[in-house]
Structure formats: C-alpha cells, structure tokens
C-alpha cells in the first residue's frame, strides 16, 4: 500500500511539472489591441527552447504572408513556419536568453518566459530593446 501511495505522489508531482513546460501551442495575444494574432508552437532541441509560426487566428490574414520588415536572414521570408522565439534557456522557473521576433514589425527583441503562480495555463512572454518592454500573455492551446 505504501509502495502505491509513494507512486501516486510521484506521478502527480511528475505532472505538476509537466504543466508547468511551455513546450506545446500557444494562442499569442497582441497587447496593444487584445486581439488574438497566431498560433506559436514552442518546442525544445539541444537543450534550448525554440518557436514558430504554425497559425494565423486573425480574419484575411494572407498565409502566404513574408516579413518584409525583417531585417537579419527572415526578410522576405514566409511567416507562417518561421521561426519567431530562438534560444531560449531555462533558469529556474524562467526561460531566458534568448530572442523573440515582431514579424510585423520587424524586430528581434531578447526575451524573457515565465509563468505566474497557479496559472499553468497562461505564458507572460517579455520582450525588450534596452530600457523599453512589451509584455504579452500567451494561452495554452488545449
């Protein structure tokens, strides 16, 4: 009995863990309208997290759409499939380090991904050039 008590307590702590991975897809939000923009899948290779671009939620987006706007090696390039959040390393409870693209805006800000206690749900993803952030709530999509 003690042995199935300890496996229980072992399983629901392994999920509790789990819940709290970005790994999966995300519903992005923009912050200055509310209005939801994509999907965003975030998966991990190499021990480093990385995301794109798998939907577009907003009506007559073209999905054939380029970041004309880009300036590093994605100008021109499709945004559906492009890769968006590169680089990112877990420390503690916060994944870091690395970059997040604007495709419509065309710019690459370092970036921050946390989540707040008790809403496994709910990804804040910071972005920032200097002194000057934005920060976004992301959805998990079920």
């Known amino acids: 009995m003690k042995k199935l008590f300890f496996f229980g307590v072992f399983v629901l702590a392994f999920l509790g ?4 991975s970005p790994i999966g897809v995300w519903k992005s939000i923009d912050d200055e309208t509310g209005e939801a ?4 899948q ?3 290779e190499n021990g480093k997290m990385y ?3 798998i939907a577009f939620l ?3 987006t073209d999905p054939n759409r380029v970041c004309d706007k880009c300036t590093d090696w994605r100008k021109g390039q499709k945004i559906m499939q492009m890769m968006i959040v ?3 390393y ?3 409870d916060t994944w870091k380090g690395g970059k997040i693209l ?3 805006k065309g710019k690459e800000y370092t970036c921050t991904m946390w989540f707040e206690s008790g809403k496994p749900n709910e990804l804040k993803v910071r972005g920032w050039i200097g002194p000057l952030f934005r920060t976004q709530t992301w959805y998990r999509v079920q």
Request: aromatic content about 4%; charged content about 30%; hydrophobic content about 25%.
């Open 17 to 20: 863990l789990q819940a709290q």
């Open 37 to 40: 923009k994509s999907h965003v």
């Open 42 to 44: 975030l998966y991990q």
């Open 51 to 53: 995301g794109k671009v």
């Open 58 to 60: 907003r009506k007559n």
């Open 86 to 88: 590169r680089d990112m």
């Open 90 to 92: 877990l420390s503690g």
């Open 102 to 104: 604007d495709p419509e």
